[in-house]
């Protein structure tokens, strides 16, 4: 299973912690839907042993966490707080008692502030800083790991962040929006090849989220709009990662909002990684003229608006394979959100709980046609706080009662469970 810091933790003041770019955002008017923030969330942070316990009876056996940077280092940068380093050695304490393997995210979005009113991921300097933060983590934990992920999802920091400026920090400038695009990759490479030197053991990865693009007509414009979609969601990403280039015909597209790149940055981007994760939920479509809606298309919708389509997991992991190779492949986020009703203390979801099932199936059939994918995780453990969306949108194998903080596994979850323990 899978979570982040910012969605589950909660104690957004306590312990040291300092501001992230989504506290400031939360804090804005108008931008989470129901006006609501990270500042208690699934108060994960005082209730942790409670939830790794529940992990072990379900059978989880790989726990993927992201760390709170400023809960670990404030301002981004300067002294650590070990207050924070003190929670996250008691997370993995627990995990290895419930022999629980620690799969650790460094950055999934929660930039510290101090650092985003100095440029954030627009300026050339955060990439130093994170590399700092990098090395400290794997200092003190990098022995205990699984496997560490450096980024999650730099198009969302990028595009939904700085380009749309629906997520945080809730900028909207293209330009801008595409050198942040190339600073976590950048900062990615360089925090690989410093860690390849202090930790040669450990395995190194970063997390995208991709989908296979289909045209939404035979037309030639569609097609066209097709693949330059493409580019920008799947190539923009891998290429650099595996092919050491942009692709041509983004950097066509972009002109003069391209990044600006260094001689030595696509070689430093490329380094050899040990696995990409791939967070799947859906397919897209491009059209040229109108929108595809999905509604009106698909023969089932999720309640974020997003069509259930499991073979494009499959589908999307045969091509990474490919047209990349990549060493191995890991499903890290893969999941759905529902309206659930909590009825007599039981929370009945069998549209999740068929989500789960089939696209399982559709893992088992790339790992058939030779895809080497080693691993698969549930998105998430636990209802949270679901960005933009707030607490309006469930993902969780578990009901999060946010009044009461009482957590109740939801039927997927007990199918998930039984899964797990091959029952």
């Given at each position: 299973v899978a979570t982040a810091a910012f969605q589950i933790e909660g104690a957004a003041r306590e312990g040291g912690r300092g501001e992230s770019i989504w506290d400031r955002f939360c804090a804005q008017p108008g931008r989470i839907v129901d006006a609501s923030s990270g500042e208690i969330a699934c108060d994960h942070y005082h209730r942790m042993p409670d939830d790794v316990a529940l992990?072990?009876?379900?059978?989880?056996?790989?726990?993927?966490?992201?760390?709170?940077?400023?809960?670990?280092?404030?301002?981004?940068?300067?002294?650590?707080?070990?207050?924070?380093?003190?929670?996250?050695?008691?997370?993995?304490?627990?995990?290895?008692?419930?022999?629980?393997?620690?799969?650790?995210?460094?950055?999934?979005?929660?930039?510290?502030?101090?650092?985003?009113?100095?440029?954030?991921?627009?300026?050339?300097?955060?990439?130093?800083?994170?590399?700092?933060?990098?090395?400290?983590?794997?200092?003190?934990?990098?022995?205990?790991?699984?496997?560490?992920?450096?980024?999650?999802?730099?198009?969302?920091?990028?595009?939904?962040?700085?380009?749309?400026?629906?997520?945080?920090?809730?900028?909207?400038?293209?330009?801008?929006?595409?050198?942040?695009?190339?600073?976590?990759?950048?900062s990615h490479g360089m925090a690989v090849k410093a860690l390849r030197q202090s930790h040669p053991q450990l395995s190194l990865g970063i997390v995208l989220n991709l989908s296979p693009i289909y045209p939404a007509s035979a037309s030639q414009a569609d097609l066209d709009k097709a693949r330059l979609d493409d580019g920008y969601i799947v190539r923009w990403y891998m290429d650099p990662l595996f092919k050491g280039q942009y692709p041509a015909d983004v950097l066509e597209d972009l002109g003069s909002d391209a990044p600006l790149v260094a001689e030595e940055d696509l070689a430093i981007i490329s380094q050899p990684i040990d696995f990409v994760g791939v967070n799947y939920y859906t397919r897209n479509f491009s059209s040229s003229g109108n929108p595809w809606d999905v509604r009106a298309n698909a023969q089932r919708v999720t309640d974020m608006g997003w069509e259930v389509y499991p073979p494009g997991l499959t589908e999307l992991l045969v091509r990474l394979h490919r047209d990349y190779r990549p060493q191995a492949l890991l499903v890290t986020e893969n999941g759905s959100a529902f309206v659930d009703q909590l009825q007599d203390g039981l929370v009945h979801d069998p549209e999740r709980l068929d989500y789960l099932r089939e696209h399982i199936e559709a893992c088992r059939t790339a790992v058939l046609q030779g895809v080497p994918l080693k691993g698969y995780f549930a998105w998430s453990l636990l209802d949270n706080f679901e960005w933009a969306s707030g607490y309006s949108k469930r993902f969780g194998l578990v009901y999060v009662d946010y009044k009461t903080q009482a957590r109740i596994v939801k039927s997927s979850g007990h199918w998930y469970s039984n899964f797990l323990m091959g029952r």
């Open positions: 992990m072990a009876r379900m059978g989880v056996k790989n726990y993927r966490f992201s760390i709170a940077w400023p809960r670990v280092q404030p301002d981004g940068h300067g002294p650590w707080n070990e207050a924070g380093f003190a929670f996250y050695e008691r997370l993995l304490d627990a995990l290895q008692a419930h022999g629980i393997a620690a799969h650790l995210t460094l950055n999934h979005w929660d930039l510290p502030q101090s650092l985003q009113d100095q440029g954030g991921w627009t300026s050339r300097e955060t990439c130093g800083h994170f590399v700092r933060y990098a090395q400290e983590v794997a200092r003190r934990f990098g022995h205990r790991l699984a496997s560490l992920v450096t980024h999650n999802e730099p198009w969302v920091i990028a595009i939904l962040g700085h380009e749309q400026g629906i997520f945080a920090p809730g900028v909207k400038a293209r330009s801008k929006a595409f050198q942040v695009s190339h600073h976590p990759l950048l």
